[in-house]
């Protein structure tokens, strides 16, 4: 009688959305570099100690040498992140990568191509009456959405600490509680009716016009297309209250709503 095979796996291989940093190295200064995540690591510990990291070397003009490149991944390493692929990007990339022993990944150089060389998304219309002058330090209000326009993805549940939801090419609106340790986020806007405890990144793909917008302000992050402001950044006279986030000429603002 022969011996009965068993066929059942021992790990069940996934892929799916996966939280994971982006460095693009503008300067390639391996010191200057790594004294700024040290900086960062220093300031949220909780959000970016041990954080895996990819490095894009995209933003230069030519591909970091073998010993360049290793000596950002040592000082990054020493700073308390944990670099763990490169951004694709050509094909001294790949051998880089190769030479490092790190793996690629295209999502984040696809990202950036979009972001940086596609022209930027048309804006809405601009309404007849303008805005007063004396009121135009005002936050942007909401637009409302075209008759007929999708609604999104609708996330009734509560995302719960090591949860992440992601509304691909669309916006996102989440009905309960974002937990401390949770994620959401949408290449659209973000509109949050519970409390957000978490991390909240709209704008994913480079849409400088989105927005996030809650009920009860707690996060642990907030970013706008990758312009992004931690807990210890954000002022404390917001947490609690109704907030509003938003990108202007680079830099990413937050106020109460009304």
């Known amino acids: 009688m022969s011996a009965q095979v068993d066929y059942a796996q021992a790990g069940e291989l996934k892929f799916g959305q996966v939280g994971i940093a982006n460095l693009r190295v503008r300067t390639l200064d391996p010191a200057q570099l790594a004294e700024e995540m ?3 690591v220093q300031r949220a510990p909780n959000l970016f ?23 950002l991944v040592n000082g990054l390493r020493e700073a308390g992140v944990l670099p763990v692929a490169l951004a694709y990007g050509t094909k001294e990339i790949d051998a880089l990568s190769q030479q490092l022993g790190l793996p690629l990944l295209a999502k984040f150089r696809a ?47 509560p995302v719960r600490s090591g949860q992440q939801v992601y509304a691909e090419q669309r916006d996102l609106t989440v009905l309960a509680t974002v937990g401390a340790g949770a994620e959401v986020l949408a290449d659209g806007s973000i509109h949050i009716y519970g409390a957000l405890r978490g991390r909240a990144l709209a704008g994913a793909q480079g849409n400088e016009g989105a927005r996030i917008f809650c009920r009860e302000f707690h996060a642990e992050l907030v970013a706008v297309a990758g312009h992004y402001k931690v807990m ?17 000429n680079g830099q990413l603002r937050l106020a109460a709503l009304d």
């Open 111 to 157: 990202q950036y191509e979009r972001a940086d060389d596609a022209p930027p998304p048309a804006a809405a219309p601009a309404p007849a009456r303008q805005p007063e002058p004396a009121r135009a330090a005002e936050p942007p209000k909401p637009a409302a959405a075209p008759q007929g326009a999708s609604p999104g993805l609708i996330q009734t549940a």
């Open 38 to 40: 040290r900086e960062r």
């Open 232 to 248: 210890e950044d954000i002022p404390a006279d917001l947490r609690g209250k109704p907030v509003q986030v938003w990108l202007e």
């Open 49 to 71: 100690a041990r954080a895996a990291v990819v490095l894009d070397f995209g933003g230069l003009s030519k591909t970091p040498s073998l010993d360049e490149a290793q000596a």
